[in-house]
C-alpha cells in the first residue's frame, strides 16, 4: 500500500503543476460563450420580448416614447443565469452575449446594475422613478 504512495509521490515530484497562473495569464474563453449582456437600440422596436422570456427577470426595459424609439434597458447581471433566452428570442439581434467580457465579479452591487439607453433618457428616468 505505501510503495504505491511513493510511487504517486515521486512521479509527481518531477511534473510541472497543472494549475494556470489566473489571473496573471488569461486563456481566451470558448466560442459562443455567454458573458456580459449587451444591447443596442438600432433596430428595437420595443416589443419587450426579452422581458417575457427572461426566467431570471433581470431585464427591465422602460418605454419613454416608442414612435421615436426612445427606450432605456435596465439589466441586472446579478440576477441573470445567462442561458441566453434573450439573445435567442430577440428578432432583431440587439441582444449579445459577449464571450469576452465575463469576468463580472465586483463586490458592489450596484456594479450589476447596468443601463443602456440614450444619456437624456437615462436621466429623464431616474428623475421620474425618483418621485420628482
Avoid at 443602456?116 to 420628482?132: C, K
Wanted: net charge neutral; aromatic share 12%; proline share 5%.
Amino acid at each position: 500500500m505505501r510503495i504505491g504512495l511513493f510511487k504517486d509521490l515521486a512521479r509527481s515530484a518531477f511534473r510541472r503543476p497543472v494549475t494556470e497562473r489566473y489571473p496573471f495569464e488569461k486563456r481566451p474563453a470558448p466560442q459562443n460563450y455567454r458573458g456580459k449582456l449587451h444591447w443596442t437600440a438600432e433596430g428595437c422596436t420595443g416589443c419587450n420580448l426579452c422581458v417575457k422570456d427572461c426566467p431570471a427577470e433581470a431585464i427591465d426595459f422602460f418605454t419613454l416614447d416608442k414612435a421615436n424609439k426612445r427606450f432605456v434597458f435596465r439589466y441586472h447581471a446579478d440576477r441573470c443565469t445567462y442561458c441566453g433566452q434573450c439573445a435567442f428570442n430577440c428578432r432583431f439581434n440587439c441582444i449579445t452575449l459577449d464571450d469576452e467580457e465575463w469576468e463580472l465579479a465586483s463586490g458592489d452591487r450596484d456594479d450589476f446594475v447596468v443601463t443602456y439607453g440614450r444619456p437624456e433618457d437615462i436621466a429623464r428616468l431616474d428623475i421620474v422613478g425618483a418621485g420628482l
